[in-house]
């Protein structure tokens, strides 16, 4: 990125000072009382409600003491916008009248600016009203005539420039005026909601029609020249729960023909068009995936790889006016050690990095690519290997998906706590800027102290779960790597039991989320699990057994999140091959298909379609993630079973996603023909600066929050029916933000809906396969296998190719009856001349020599036979 791009995209915050003549009022303050009808543009102005929205740049930590916003600015900064408070999202209006106020104090004393701005470059000053501010608090105000509006304006009261440290509380902000804002409606376009994406051949197709009829409708499906290819009559629905609309489906799933541009016609509207294909969800599968690229931390982001727009230095280095995450402190009495915790995700919106949230993002990653050892539909995961990902690390003998996740598994790993130190082993619990900043916000810009925040119990049990599944996925690619995430693992995991009950606060949200969780029972059970299918050690299967969440339901009908990770842990040991006896495996296994039942027959309650009830409870913040965790156990249930019914309800599922909703929108950037494309984020700001980009494609929204929990919302849609909370602003973080864990849930479905290609129906068995370890030898070095197929099927197989996944670190030593090959943990064997043939209900077999360094070494998950799958 050239330096005069990085200029044109700095943060408002660091503006210059430009002073605007104010129409109609002299330049000293002046006092006035707003009208009784007038509106007012600022939220929260009496701080009751807490420090949000406010942010602040320059300045110590925001707080609300004895009912003001207080702060702290050191001495000697050189210009008063060197540091403020500010609040985003102000609504202005050309020609209109309106009056600021405020009550300030500053000690021992100094001036004080508000600025109305526009929050992008040039930095438009719309006003600014000046005052100074003292021990006593005094009340500012100024009323004016603005000659130039916006409707999403910045105010900044600047407080820098003072020689001493000052000391700066504000009170009772108000800025009335204006005309109130016209009701809110949202353009739903037309009354036919379908996938905008499209649908798979032989999967469902379903859709909603939002209608006054409360009898069935005819409907007719017409291809991109117009001609009707299906028709039928809707089924009425009654009122939708969560929508508060009437609505009839329509169920056309009967249509298999691929075909692009078609439309959906009924009750006089024509749906957004949309493709029946098996290759929809090819590009999503890739695009999911590198949201991460995009968010990461300390790296340059190449332009080249991922489109110019979003080219940008490396955020977070220590290069001015970054303070840097290569030596970061504590909070003040937290620790008395720096450490280096450079890397990572940036969570979301924001730039902080949080180990409870980079830990289920990299598990879903790191599980996308584990369940290509034992998914039938996952081609042993070709589509996700090396180079499959515009990533720097590609091109590296690795599988890139891998790649993406070690640049958080590296950033968790430097959270833990040093050897020698008190707590050492445990995890911090994250890492942000001190304060709040503005947006958008290039990281490379943002000037803010970053600090350490306390270990907690939850994020050292993430650390240990992840690190677990880190060393038994890279010991194929990197043992040096593998073997420092395995020691990880099993050194935070004896840290979090000497720690059970340290816990987040739920204050420490200035500059940051909280994340706090006072349950961690979930968290034990996940890493216990991870542990014990890396290592097969008998303690971290006694703990596990122990816990109450082994044998408890661990599947909400709302989903599962980074607060509640027990489903985590279900799911690695219903999939990835271990030695529980086969009775316990086949408990786990029924209990996700239970729950994948429990689903369906929320699909079939909810006229959207979706596994969620319909209840405001069900519509929260990064629901959208929720849901899609939904999806994801019902693809695990066809995974396990092959039964189509659970495929066709993640299917169905991720129609919700991509426009069959209330609001008629997708959810992912760049997908369907209305989709969101304005999420929270300092790092795609284009709604407030057109040199920011909007988000990459690919990119989720967290979705519906009925408990409208940010202030634009709040104001904007008061009464809205669950499904309709929601807006496609920038402003509205808590619906329409972007975050790696929502982002990891649409990565792991989307790999799966690719995986799918026409939906075809599931084939039957024609082999079943037996695999032997006879033990081992060299004092545990190596050890002894055989596999044995058989042919199940009424024609001769003619020419074989068995292939199968280790686990870990196994490695093919030499092999006899077979030619084998290994690439990564995946061993393929291929006939010789003289056993190509297998007749129907004859075998085959073949052995091996493998190594190994330890750990768990089970039987394989899945064997396959020319590709199909053998039982």
Not at 263 to 278: C, Q
Not at 705 to 730: E, G, M, S, T, W
Not at 849 to 865: D, E, F, S, V
Request: glycine share 12%; with cysteine.
């Amino acid at each position: 990125m050239t330096s005069s791009r990085r200029r044109r995209r700095r943060l408002a915050l660091l503006a210059v000072a430009t002073t605007l003549a104010l129409t109609g009022a002299s330049a000293t303050v002046a006092h006035a009382e707003p009208g009784e009808e007038a509106p007012e543009q600022v939220r929260n102005g009496d701080f009751s409600e807490g420090v949000s929205p406010w942010f602040s740049f320059g300045t110590g930590p925001l707080a609300v003491t004895d009912g003001r916003l207080c702060t702290t600015v050191a001495g000697g900064l050189a210009n008063p916008w060197d540091a403020g408070i500010g609040q985003e999202g102000i609504p202005l209006l050309a020609g209109a009248e309106y009056t600021l106020g405020f009550d300030v104090s500053a000690t021992p004393g100094s001036d004080v600016r508000a600025v109305l701005q526009l929050g992008g470059p040039p930095y438009t000053a719309y006003a600014t009203v000046d005052g100074t501010a003292g021990s006593t608090p005094a009340r500012v105000e100024q009323t004016f005539t603005l000659t130039e509006g916006n409707p999403s304006a910045q105010l900044i009261f600047q407080i820098g420039g003072s020689a001493q440290e000052q000391t700066f509380c504000l009170d009772n902000v108000s800025l009335r005026g204006g005309e109130p804002p016209e009701p809110y409606v949202p353009d739903t376009g037309p009354r036919v909601r379908v996938n905008q994406v499209g649908y798979l051949p032989g999967g469902p197709k379903n859709a909603t029609i939002v209608t006054e009829s409360t009898t069935a409708l005819p409907w007719q499906l017409r291809s991109a020249a117009g001609a009707v290819v299906a028709s039928g009559q809707s089924t009425p629905r009654g009122v939708d729960e969560a929508s508060g609309q009437n609505v009839h489906t329509v169920d056309f799933s009967a249509y298999r023909t691929a075909g692009t541009g078609l439309t959906l016609v009924a009750d006089g509207e024509t749906s957004h068009p949309f493709d029946i294909s098996g290759t929809i969800y090819q590009q999503l599968r890739s695009d999911a995936a590198q949201f991460f690229y995009a968010q990461r931390s300390g790296i340059a982001i190449d332009g080249d790889l991922i489109g110019e727009e979003y080219a940008r230095p490396a955020g977070h280095l220590g290069v001015a006016p970054n303070q840097g995450d290569i030596d970061v402190p504590c909070q003040p009495g937290v620790c008395d050690y720096r450490l280096d915790v450079r890397g990572g995700w940036y969570d979301a919106g924001d730039h902080g990095k949080y180990v409870v949230n980079g830990g289920l993002a990299t598990y879903q990653l790191l599980s996308t690519f584990e369940r290509t050892k034992t998914a039938p539909t996952a081609d042993g995961g070709a589509a996700l290997g090396d180079s499959t990902l515009r990533v720097p690390e590609r091109d590296n003998g690795v599988p890139d998906i891998l790649d993406e996740a070690r640049w958080e598994l590296e950033f968790l790993l430097r959270m833990q706590v040093p050897a020698g130190k008190p707590l050492a082993g445990m995890a911090h619990h994250k890492i942000h800027d001190r304060n709040w900043t503005g947006l958008p916000l290039d990281p490379a810009a943002d000037p803010e102290l970053r600090e350490l925040h306390p270990p907690s119990t939850a994020a050292t049990l993430n650390l240990a779960a992840v690190a677990a599944q880190c060393a038994r996925l890279f010991a194929p690619y990197d043992a040096a790597f593998a073997t420092r995430c395995g020691t990880a693992a099993k050194t935070a995991y004896a840290a979090a039991k000497a720690n059970p009950a340290r816990y987040a606060s739920p204050t420490d949200s200035n500059g940051g989320g909280a994340y706090d969780d006072t349950t961690v029972t979930d968290e034990f059970y996940w890493a216990a699990a991870e542990l014990y299918l890396t290592t097969g050690e008998q303690r971290y299967l006694t703990d596990l057994t122990a816990s109450p969440h082994h044998t408890g339901d661990v599947f909400d009908v709302r989903g599962f999140s980074w607060q509640g990770v027990a489903a985590l842990g279900r799911l690695s040991l219903a999939t990835v091959p271990s030695g529980l006896p086969a009775a316990e495996r086949t408990r786990l296994r029924a209990s996700v298909t239970a729950a994948a039942d429990r689903y369906l027959a929320e699909i079939d309650e909810q006229a959207y379609g979706l596994p969620m009830p319909g209840d405001p409870d069900s519509y929260f913040w990064g629901g959208n993630g929720n849901i899609i965790n939904n999806a994801v156990v019902l693809a695990t249930a066809f995974d396990l079973t092959g039964t189509a019914k659970y495929r066709d309800g993640a299917v169905q599922t991720m129609d919700y996603i991509f426009g069959r909703n209330a609001l008629n929108m997708s959810y992912v950037t760049g997908y369907g023909e209305q989709h969101a494309k304005n999420q929270h984020s300092r790092l795609f700001g284009n709604q407030k600066d057109p040199n920011s980009p909007n988000p990459p494609a690919g990119s989720l929204a967290g979705g519906a929050n009925a408990a409208l929990q940010d202030p634009y919302v709040a104001q904007l849609i008061p009464d809205c029916k669950p499904q309709f909370c929601f807006v496609d602003h920038i402003d509205s973080y808590s619906t329409n933000e972007v975050a790696i864990n929502w982002n990891s849930a649409l990565t792991w479905i989307a790999s799966f809906l690719a995986d799918q290609d026409d939906a075809p129906a599931p084939a039957a068995s024609r082999c079943t396969a037996e695999y032997v370890n006879y033990g081992t030898w060299q004092g545990g070095s190596g050890f002894t296998g055989q596999v044995t197929i058989r042919n199940t099927g009424s024609t001769t197989v003619d020419g074989w190719t068995a292939r199968f996944a280790f686990t870990g670190d196994q490695k093919l030593r030499e092999a006899w009856l077979a030619k084998t090959s290994q690439s990564g943990a995946t061993v393929t064997a291929k006939n010789e001349s003289y056993n190509a043939r297998i007749a129907p209900g004859g075998t085959v077999t073949f052995g091996f020599n493998a190594l190994t360094g330890g750990g768990a070494n089970p039987a394989p998950g899945l064997i396959t036979l020319n590709g199909a799958a053998c039982s």
